[in-house]
DNA sequence: TTGACCATGGTCAGTACGACCATAAAGGGA
DNA sequence: TCCCTTTATGGTCGTACTGACCATGGTCAA
């Protein structure tokens, strides 16, 4: 039979109407405090009581998967400006007993903010925090699975993508953006070394005019920058080998 | 709420159990005949009757989207040993509208089959075929979005993963490993660099012990290689910037 | 025998990268 | 006030890699 066609044959009709649940699984990650950190909420209910899960929920009939990510982080984050958002699609989880009360199939996401707030942990979410990610213990569900799957892919997409940018504020120093590069890989990198590459690439980042940041941070003021036009890295920048 | 757990809170449960049906799609790639062919399936009814689609299907109660996708490969195109060959999962397809008579989400896979056979054309096809990626005319429902977004998936992973040899029989030379390259990306590349490029990097390809193809070929009869160990290609193999 | 064709080996200059060293500009503490 | 620490920024230098070539070797077909 065609996926998404064709009428059903023989045999198929009691289960194409078989009531799989859709839901989407939300990664969500910040660099705070010097540490990645990701947005979890305490389950109040069973299976998992008591543990912490990925915040996410079901795929409403009128909206894409997309749609309903974003709307589940606006919920759970209380911001409402998520235009420009990078919400980054990972893959789709469907071991039939993934959930242990019904066939759940579940479009996972990760997004990643700069600067974020304390989260609402409102709705049906006894409580929800940002917790760091090199400290969690067992995730409900198959949630460590989806959180490494992102941490992976971030970690990827930062090497051939401008997608660093996204965990900065809109301005931000050459600093903090090499800050980001080293949180995520878990490794420390050469600082002229990553301020000559970064440089080199044109449309990763652009200065901005005139201004310089001073106040607070110990030693030398840094140029400030913002994102530029590009979205991939030529040539990558590829993590140690080591 | 939660994602894949929790209560289903007030005002939900009439969407909790809506009939999302939930299907795979498949993007099966080969390289024959010099070219980059795809396996398409002729519809025989509404919507889209007589136009190509991707094959695909309803992934069933007790299985996984990667199962289904196997599943539905084998049935295609007859082959039984599907072990060994490399499922990409791509994404997942959610736009409430992309088929017109109901709900249906689609998790897209890509599939690389070396020297495949001709595809058997059963189930509810009207017909099977390897069609020319260079060739086709618009696919049923958004299947010209998926097979362009695998396209675009596999030839960024030949750039950093050992892909290429899923292309290829077990035993090759590295006049057809290049082949791939080439007839993936749609660019010319030079052989002794190309050589040069896959003989130093540990793990991508090793040497047959004593063989050397000879026959039909035109031309210096070329050494046999089999994929080696490696999964991931240090450094990558990038595409020419132009 | 000759030439087309492909595999294989090698050269060479430009470039990118990692490991450094050096300087500039701010704040803190003695 | 004078160091000393801290961070930003600029530069050097040798190695490794890459792309653009040229050259040779082996096989088949005309």
Redesign the pocket.
Known sequence: MRASGGAVPEGYDKYAFEPFAVTVDLAVLTVRAGALQVLLVERGAEPYAGRWALPGGFVLPRESAEEAARRELAEETGLSDLTGLHLEQLRTYSEPDRDPRMRVVSVAFAALLPDPPEPHGGGDAARAMWQPYDELGPLAFDHDRILADAHERVGAKLEYSCLATSFCPPEF???ELQHVYETVWGTAL????F?R?VL?TPGFVEPVPGAAR?TG???????LYRAGGAKALH?PL?R?TS
Do not use: E, F, I, S
């Open positions: 120093t050459l600093g050469d600082r002229p070394n301020r590459k080199a001073l941070g110990r030693g030398k003021p840094a140029a040539p590829l140690p």
